[in-house]
């Protein structure tokens, strides 16, 4: 049996739970996870019941007292490497970025950020195709690459402005960050306090050994951490074959929830383990949460 790792938001009574009302104390406190289970071919397990599900929080069981499996709109962020090295890549990553759109939930809310050595929103949120393919195909790629700091851009957008409670950010570049200011661990507890599913591709196959080898460890690190997963084609026309099925995963997760049973108000880190009762399953999301001060 496979582990896997999860975070949470933390709904108080009176919030809407993805679209349902949750009827809660007020002295309750929420740990919402997004889970993922897969099987020893990597194909999504479906309509598994509650008792399948086992959490585990700093080692200890806890009472999961929400679940369900529903497919449900998300607020969506595609951060696109604009820098020089993407110029001959564009159209394929635009036309993979947009089969993910037209795979995914239709009330979806989608926003797009190019970056180089800086990161602009080049679309606010729209569910509008041609809008976003009109953002995803007018650019002029240039500059370096400051990954981090678009995605931080990313999740303040999202913490901003989404009107979704599932949050999920898709980054596709094509090297190694060379130029941002946010930190990689920084990124990682920002993205996990704010409860962002980040999921990357990466187009490595021209970086030098060295510079690869570094780029693949820190875009698997914060995938790993945030419930989300990367890919490393060989070629940029894999990719076509990888955006839809991030789609089809989002679109297929349980959601399970509970109440933890240590409350302290602490500002600690809380480590966080699912299993699930299926023979060589796989079960992927976040590894942890932060507890409120």
């Known amino acids: ?5 999860v975070i949470s938001s933390f709904l108080w009574a009176g919030l809407v739970l993805y679209g349902q009302e949750a009827t809660f104390r007020t002295d309750t406190r929420l740990v919402v996870l ?58 394929r990553v635009a036309s993979a970025a947009l089969a993910m759109v037209k795979a995914s939930n239709p009330g979806d809310e989608v926003f797009i950020i190019n970056f180089n050595e800086s990161a602009v929103l080049a679309k606010d949120f729209t569910n509008n195709i041609r ?3 009109n953002a995803l195909r007018n650019l002029n790629a240039k500059g370096e690459t400051a990954m981090r700091d678009a995605l931080l ?12 409670d599932k949050k999920v950010l ?8 060379n130029s941002s200011v946010e930190t990689q661990t920084h990124l990682i507890e920002v993205a996990q306090q704010n409860d962002v599913i980040i999921y990357a591709v990466g187009l490595l196959g021209a970086e030098e050994p060295e510079s690869a080898a570094r780029a693949k460890k820190q875009l698997s690190e ?6 989300g997963q990367s890919w490393f084609p060989n070629d940029v026309g894999e990719i076509a074959n990888i955006t839809p099925g991030i789609a089809h995963e989002i679109r297929n997760q349980y959601v399970v929830a509970y109440t933890p049973t240590n409350l302290a108000a602490d500002g600690s880190y809380r480590k ?3 299993d699930v009762d299926v023979p060589n399953a796989l079960v992927r999301t976040r590894a942890g949460y932060y507890a409120p001060k």
């Open 1 to 5: 049996m496979r582990l896997g790792c």
């Open 34 to 91: 997004n889970v993922s289970v897969f099987d020893k071919d990597g194909k999504i397990i479906r309509d598994l019941p509650k008792s399948a599900f086992t959490v585990y929080e700093n080692g200890e069981k806890q009472t999961v007292s929400v679940f369900r499996q529903e497919d449900v709109p998300i607020s969506l962020g595609l951060i696109i490497d604009n820098s020089a090295s993407m110029t001959d890549k564009r159209d």
């Open 131 to 133: 809008d976003l393919e």
């Open 222 to 227: 914060l995938t790993q951490q945030t419930g």
């Open 153 to 164: 851009l990313g999740i303040e957008h999202l913490r901003h402005h989404a009107h979704k």
């Open 272 to 274: 966080i383990r699912v």
């Open 170 to 177: 898709v980054v596709i570049t094509d090297g190694e960050d």
